[in-house]
Structures are given as C-alpha cells and as structure tokens.
C-alpha cells in the first residue's frame, strides 16, 4: 500500500506524528495499530507510556526546529496529546504538515481569558469571571465578582495546578504571588450539582458526532470517575453536544476534543456552565474503548486521518470508568480476578501519588450484567470513595 | 511497581518475550499493553508487523544461543506466535525461563504423526492415515486408506504448503517426489460437512475456558470467514469443547491454543474428526477482539502471566470475522465506511497474493445490527464468494 493521500484520506502505511507521550498517546498509538497506522511520538522525555507502542519515539524539545523539522519530514499527519505544547511548535510545525485538531482549538484552549471570551461571545455561560494582569486588576475583580472565588493562571494550568481558592480579600496579594504574578482569571466560586463533559469529534468533512454525555466525579482536583449516560435531562443533555458542536465548528476542529461543564440548578431548572475546552482525547472518553462501538481514540484516529467518523453508539445501559491513581495501580491484583471489569495500565513505572497509572471500565445494564457481577462490585467499591465538594475549585 | 512474581503472577510492568513477529505477535503486544506489561520481540527478520507495536524488537537466528540467551535475560515469561520455532530452541529458552503454553504441546503440534498417534492413544478420532516415510510405505500405506488421499509432510506445513493430493496410483512417486521425500503421512479423503476450530485456554491454575465453537471457511487453502457459533448440533460443540480440555490437560497446556476439526455426517448424526491443533493464538479466533468479553490475546496474556482467565461470553448472536487477503486489503476504503465493521490491519506494506493483511469483524443480532446495516452488508458481500470444495484437502 502506498502512503499518499486519496482524496484528502491517509491510507493504511500512513503515519501519525503525536506531540506528547503519555498514556493519551499511548492509547492513539494502539489505537493506530489497529487500522495499520504507524506512529512516531515525539516528546522532551526519552522514554514513557507511548514510547512502549510506538513505530518510532524521538526525544527532543519543543523548540528543537531542526529535530521538529526531521519529525515533520517521518510523518503524514501530527496530532498532540495534551494542551500545554507550545502555540510556537504547533505553528512551526503547521507549515510542514497538517496539524490536527487544529492550533484555533488549541490557542482557545490554552488560554483560559480567550477561552472565556470565547464563550462569552456566542450567548455561552461560563462562571463568573474577569481578566487579572496585576494585583490591581485582582482587587478590582473581586468587587464584581465577590470574594469567595478562584484564582487561575491563563496558560499551563491542569489537575488543580495553577489555581489558588480566594475565600476573602484579605488573601488577595498571597494569592497573587501564589500564582507567581502570572496572567490570570479570577473565577466567581459557582456551586453546582454535577460537573458533565462533552467528548465529540469532527471530521474533515465537517461531520461531528458526539459520545454520549459524560458525568464525572473529581478527587482531590484529579477526574476518579465518569459515568455514562449522566444524570441529566435529556435537553440539558443535547444542549451540551449542541454548544460542543458550535466550539467544533467555529474553531474548525478535526479531531476529538471534550468541553467540560458544569450542571447548576436555578429555580429547579438545570442550566449549563461551560468549565473548559480541552484539545484532544480525554480521560472522561476513556470509557469508549470497550464502551461505545469506536472508541474515542480511534474516533480521532478516523478524523486526523481524513477517514469517515466511526458511530459512537454506547454498547450498555450505563459505563463506568473509575481512574486508578498512585497507589491505587495496586488494586490490579483483584481487578484481573473480577469478571467484566476490563483494565488498563499505562505501563508506568513509579505509581507517584496523584499520578494516572491506569483505569478499570465495567458495562452495567446489558446482558452481561448478571446478578454475581453485581454482588462482586458492591464488596469491590470502596466504602471511602468520597468526591470534592461539588464546585468549580479544581 | 516491581517485576517480581507475586504466587506466580507476572506483575504489570513485567515483560513478555515473543518468539516470530508476525501479525499474532503483534496482537499479542498490543494486548500485552492494554495491562501495562512490556514485550520483547524475537525473530530472524529484521522488522515485522509485531516489532511496530512492542517495547523491544531484537533480530537473531532461532539457533543463536548467545543471542537467545540476551532475549530471556530481558523477560520474565516467553511465549510463540507460530509453531515452527524449532524445539530446540525452545528447549534452550525453557532451561533460562518458563515457555508457554509449552513444549509438549509445541512438539505433538509440531508433528503430523505424532499429532495423529496422541489423539488415537485418547480415541479421538481423526482421518484414517498411516505413516510413510519411504516410497515403500506410501505405496503399502495406500492400499489401506486408498488412492484418493492427502501426502503431507510431517512437519512444517501450513496454509496448504508441503502437503499434495492424491487421486490414483500412478501419481504415488510423483507426490513423494513434490514432498521432498521428507517424513510424512498419508491421509484419507475425507468429505466434511464443516470444518470447525474449538479456541480455548488453560491457566495456571489449571482452569479451562473455550470460546464459543467457530466454523470456519476457506478459500486456496486459507482461511476466509469464520461465522460464530458454528451451525452444529449443540452436543457436537460441547464434545468438541471437551477434545480441547482433554488435549490442555494431556499435554499441560499453559495459554491460549485451538484445535481444528471437521464435522462429518454419518447415518445422519454429526461426527467429528480432529484435523490439527495449533499450539497458539488462532486466526480464528480473532473475532474475539470485539466479539467476546475477553479477547483471545488478552486470554493468553492473561495465562501465560499466571492471571485467572478471563471471561469468553460472546457479545452478540452471531460474530463473522472476514480476512483480508492479498489485494483484499484494497477493501479498507469501503470498510471504514461501513458502520459496525471492525477493521483490523496488520501493518504490512507489500500486499502479496495469499498474504494475510488485516481481518474485519462484525457483530450480528444484538442492538447494534439495524435493519440499515443489514442491507449495507448485503450489498458489501461479494457475490462471487466461493469457498473450497469441503474435504481435507487443505
């Protein structure tokens, strides 16, 4: 089989570049295998998750323009698998080939006062918010915004990094130099009743089609759970895959991508808050790879590749996906003897706490739900398992 | 997480050493990843389909000890992804660390007559045959099984390779002639009904475990669908699941192997005959990977690891997995376009007549299989799809 494109579709033989090589370009790397796709991952680090299952692995930095350069020339198309990579390499590395989801989606992503105005600018609710450049700006902003709010650094904020809760304005100048005086947001403190993620994909064709809408449950600032379908109501449900299919559309997205929100209540009606955009395949998709008929990481394989979008279609009455996190790689052991529970590792050596080592889906509600199952999994749940408190503080 | 053995269970992290690096050993290592466990690679040719996906590819003749020695000083485990890895070689790497399944298993399989001579010892049955490895005993063995009959090699044979077929008398010298004049066996024509493969898996507990029975067609010799469950009589699948058990336990069978077998049809019961056990995973049993719980991959990974083996419920009413082959890959095109179709590829480059490039999976008779999709499928399915002639020959 040749390389070259037919009609804008890589063929089998093609190879995907991904900026990145942690466990989300691990999985499109296996992903990609699996459609006889090859990939070189290219990232700082000399070795980690995707390095294991990849063609090809090159160390170098992101402003290496000579190593991006041979990076470019091995590869048909380049995808990134987290948001912090530099608006500068993506550019750089635009001219040389096709980047996919796409550096709009990914500037809008990375700077949280852009992504707000985003929103702001199509009618879409966020949390209360205000630019803060300087301590002034952050004195000003919270007389509109009240005291009781969260400080946020615009760029390379994640897992609850970058981010300082505000309860009054006596804390205001530690938290500034908290957040080490960097451009930032201040966030109004928004209770809300479940925080919910749109993952969807758009195609070259301009298709988009959404998995169904996730709810998840954070731990201390890190996603431990998602279930699917979220509690919601069905409108509360299709206006979230309606404001992801704007993003997707006014950002000219190729590729999977999530928007996380948040559920809130007024006057016993639900309402969305739009949280953030996040440029790629996510950790409340995970569930689709035995979950929903392609999963999220062949999703975005299909769309980069210039391939038709696969159905999203979810294979039980509900999915769970519970993280396993620093020491909690440990439950391996009892997660291989459980039937229907189907576990994945990161192939990550030091369980660091807070790091994602791997996670463990399980389908409830089809046929294979049997009573036994059911039996196991309550004495497997941990009776501690206990969310933060549901806010946007994280 | 450490690499020691826990009650002899292979932790994550550990490292698996495939022997061959085609299209199985690369299924193998990208099971092998979904649960965090690294694999080597050992084969004579300088890449493969399998070295694209693994952590470790090393090139070395099957005879070089040193080398050899290197391989299994870097796993924990070895397993094979063909069974014609010389038993010496096997032998050489069971003295440094645990082979599965394992030799005795590798050895009968290996050998026609052997093979024939174990399931005889049990009274299974198999197609009469005799042993020859003279001229002279072919033409004796003739006269007891008859002219129209099946030459073939002892040893190395697959795919229709190293075996010739028989009509009359006059072609005996000749056929010895085409065979090398190599150890062999002669065997009866035998007309089936259908040809089935039993997939299972023993662990290291000595539990068993089958896959639902599959039927199997092939075309030049090769295999081209497998349709699952095989259209027999209930108490055929079951004596054929109970052949599996006996030949895992007999020859202590560590991981994931499968028996073939053809169902004939005397005084109008089903009757079976064992063809061959391939002492690995099984091209037909690659509908596992979306049509059972637990994929024959992550079966075997799972027992050769000393995991309890997963659980091998089918997800559908009817699973066909159809091979690409040669040319056939071509179909890629129209397959990604097909909602529902699975589509697996192996990452080989030249599309060689014969050549098995990819399969495609499809789940029939759950939710999934809509009125639509049916009639796309009828419309997919080539009209001209004509297997062999259903006898031995092959």
């Known amino acids: ?28 790397a296996l992903a990609a295998a699996d459609f006889g796709l090859k990939t070189v991952v290219y990232e700082p680090e000399i070795s980690g998750p995707a390095a294991q299952v990849t063609n090809q692995h090159m160390a170098g930095a992101y402003g290496d323009e000579a190593r991006l350069s041979a990076f470019a020339a091995r590869v048909d198309v380049i995808t990134y698998e987290f948001e912090n990579v530099p608006a500068e390499t993506v550019a750089f590395l635009a001219e040389l080939k096709p980047v996919r989801p796409g550096g709009r989606l990914l500037a809008v992503a990375q700077d949280r006062w852009l992504e707000k105005s985003f929103f702001a600018e199509r009618g879409i609710a966020t949390a209360p918010s205000a630019r803060v450049d300087t301590l002034g700006d952050l004195e ?6 009240g005291p009781r709010s969260i400080l946020k650094t615009r760029r390379f904020g994640y897992d609850g990094k970058g981010q300082v809760r505000i309860e009054k304005r006596a804390e205001l100048a530690s938290a500034w130099r908290e957040i080490g005086e960097a451009p930032a947001i201040l966030e109004g403190f928004v209770p809300f009743r479940r925080e919910v993620s749109v993952v969807a994909a758009r195609g070259i064709d301009g298709a988009f089609s959404a998995f169904d809408l996730c709810e998840n449950e954070h731990r201390d600032h890190i996603l431990a759970r998602t279930t699917v379908p979220a509690r919601v109501d069905p409108r509360t449900a299709q206006e979230a895959i309606e404001i992801a299919r704007r993003t997707a559309e006014a950002l000219d997205v190729i590729g999977v991508f999530a928007v996380e929100m948040f559920v809130c209540e007024t006057h016993g009606c639900e309402a969305l808050l739009v949280n953030e955009i996040a440029p790629r395949v996510h950790n409340t998709g995970h569930w689709t790879i035995e979950g929903a008929e392609t999963s999220q990481f062949a999703q975005h394989v299909r769309a980069i590749c210039g391939w ?22 440990q439950e391996w052991a009892r997660l291989v ?25 399980r389908l409830f509600g089809n046929e294979k739900d049997t009573q036994d199952r059911r039996r196991a999994r309550q004495k497997a749940r941990p009776a501690a398992f206990v969310t933060d408190a549901p806010t946007n503080d994280r």
């Open 1 to 28: 089989m040749t390389r070259a494109k037919t009609a804008g579709r890589l063929e089998p033989g093609a190879t995907i570049g991904i900026l990145g090589g942690g466990q989300l370009g691990r999985m499109i």
């Open 140 to 145: 000003k902003a919270v007389k509109t915004i």
């Open 308 to 329: 038709p979008l696969g159905a999203t279609r979810r294979e039980a009455a509900r999915v769970e996906m519970e993280n396993l996190i620093g020491a909690g790689a």
């Open 337 to 361: 003897e459980e039937k229907g529970a189907y576990l994945h590792l990161y192939g990550k050596d030091v369980a660091a706490p807070g790091r994602k080592m791997g996670h463990v889906t």
